[in-house]
């Protein structure tokens, strides 16, 4: 470990910023296409359209602005100076979507689209560069995993005010429209003013950016960011992590989108949202130590399995409850489903800077920015789909807009929905996670292996066990590594 080493206070002022990163995401995912739906009238599969364009264009700016965040050149730092630029920006995004739009059907979905791309570009502004902030804070595997176990903690505390708060604040007013815009004037607020405290809090190691970039024209830089996110993907470190990745975050996005309708519309029992949804998040609030613990002793992919085998475990109990199962039954189904969402969300963000130090034995260069935007550039792609197919889903089963009541057979297609779709997707991250071959041990190596190719030695000069060790995380052969390319700089 080399450089500055990140205080506690330090660690919550980074923390406290993914209260917006969780709670923005869970509020949006868990009742943007509810009240769609049923507030602004529109079909699922329109609303799910919206979700699906919006995405789509989220994914398209994350490696826009990781390439943009790695070569920015501020007083405040290449990362930090985004958290003081967002602040405003994130409220008024993030109020403006749940604001009432009129006229016709055609009018609110020209609103309701461009409000969520606003949304989308804001949040990438912010999210990208706090992604990579880590690794620029200290290269430790254990200091990295304390980091992203504190930022866990405040992202599950976002997602319990929303799990808790945001449908009690739509309930305090006379219409569902006056309460969703009260609703997203408060959060607003509550996801905007942790940025001040991310931004005075942390900092950026010196050495930790690289030499000043080169001027080029607009049409390089394209070309140039296109070969770097391209180049991202021999490195098979980062082809299993984002499998990984959507397994767990694509499970949580349809669960999120879907439970809502699940309890009002299949089990008759919407008023249950807040005490069942509470006990999935409080379960993972009080599981992140055990996770962050065991992916800094194990290594995070044993952690990962570990967990999605609970969540698996709450899916297959949700497909035993109806109408007169006991509430105790529906609390022990979420929280086991908590306690899998746990390792399933933290595991794949602490995963991140590692796959970028296996990165540096690749290229020879720190593309923690570039890494971030890859990263979340295929998961947003992958949920832009998935939320447009829930849309389709919906319509296709004859869910009714405007708050309807919905027939047996669409309220049964909601649960089989629910169910079946991330009992998939986490069967194939459990079983892709034993390619992660980067534990504390290989981390161990990686860092020497890249101090000695600093120094001088050939990648084939390394000793033979560390050799192995590099060859396996990256999926390249020794002669191919190290090429410290230039692409972009």
């Known amino acids: 470990m080399s450089g500055r080493v990140p205080r506690a206070r330090e660690m919550l002022a980074f923390g406290v910023g993914d209260i917006y990163g969780g709670g923005a995401f869970f509020v ?21 359209l919206i979700l699906m364009v919006g995405k789509i264009w989220d994914a398209v700016t994350d490696p826009l602005m990781g390439f943009i965040s790695d070569r920015t050149r501020s007083r405040f730092g290449r990362r930090r100076v985004y958290f ?12 403006a979507l749940w604001l009432s739009s009129g006229g016709t059907q055609g009018a609110r979905f020209a609103y309701y689209l461009v409000a969520y791309f606003a949304f989308n ?14 690794a620029e804070m200290t290269d430790s595997y254990a200091l990295r995993s304390r980091m992203t176990g504190v930022r866990m903690l405040f992202s599950q505390l976002g997602v319990l005010a929303g799990s808790l708060l945001a449908r009690t604040v739509v309930a305090l007013f006379p219409t569902e429209a006056a309460g969703y815009r009260a609703m997203g004037l408060a959060f607003g607020l509550l996801f905007a003013l942790p940025w001040i405290l ?135 189904a979420a929280v ?21 130090d296996a990165d540096e034995l690749i290229s020879g260069r720190r593309r923690e920015g570039v890494y971030a935007g890859m990263m979340t550039f295929v998961r947003k ?28 057979e669409t309220a049964e297609g909601i649960r089989l929905m629910m169910v079946v779709a991330p009992a998939a997707l986490l069967a194939f991250g459990f079983f892709v996670s034993f390619r992660f071959r980067i534990d504390p041990a290989a ?6 292996s890249v101090e000695k190719l600093k120094a001088g030695a050939a990648p084939e000069e390394l000793d033979p066990d560390a050799r192995a060790v590099c060859e396996a995380v990256t999926g390249l052969p020794a002669a191919r590594l190290w090429r410290a390319e230039k692409t972009g700089d």
């Open 28 to 48: 949006i995912g868990a009742l943007f296409l509810v009240f769609l739906t049923d507030v602004a009238g529109l079909p699922a599969s329109l609303g799910g």
């Open 84 to 95: 003081l630029a967002g602040i405003i920006p994130v409220f008024l995004s993030f109020a």
């Open 121 to 134: 570009t804001v949040f990438t502004m912010v999210m990208i560069p706090y992604n990579a902030l880590p």
């Open 198 to 332: 991310t931004f005075l809090g942390t900092y950026e190691r010196e050495g930790a950016a690289p030499e000043k970039a080169a001027r080029r024209g607009l049409g390089r830089a394209a070309l140039a960011m296109s070969g770097e996110f391209l180049s991202t993907l021999r490195n098979r470190s980062l082809r299993v992590h984002i499998a990984m990745y959507l397994a767990a975050y694509v499970t949580i996005d349809v669960f999120n989108a879907l439970f809502l309708f699940y309890l009002k519309d299949y089990l008759g029992k919407g008023g249950l949202y807040q005490v069942l949804l509470g006990a999935v998040v409080l379960t993972q609030m009080a599981s992140l130590y055990l996770v962050s613990r065991g992916c800094a002793r194990r290594g995070n992919a044993p952690t990962y399995r570990r967990h999605l085998a609970l969540w698996a475990a709450g899916f297959a109990l949700f497909t035993f409850i109806g109408p007169e199962t006991p509430l105790a039954f529906m609390l022990a």
């Open 336 to 356: 086991l489903v908590g306690s899998g969402m746990a390792g399933g969300a933290m595991v794949p963000f602490n995963n991140l800077a590692f796959v970028a």
């Open 381 to 408: 792609t992958a949920q832009a789909v998935a939320l447009f197919l829930v849309g389709l889903g919906l319509d296709w089963l004859g869910y009714a807009s405007g708050g309807a009541a919905q027939s047996r």
């Open 443 to 448: 981390h161990r190596v990686i860092l020497d």
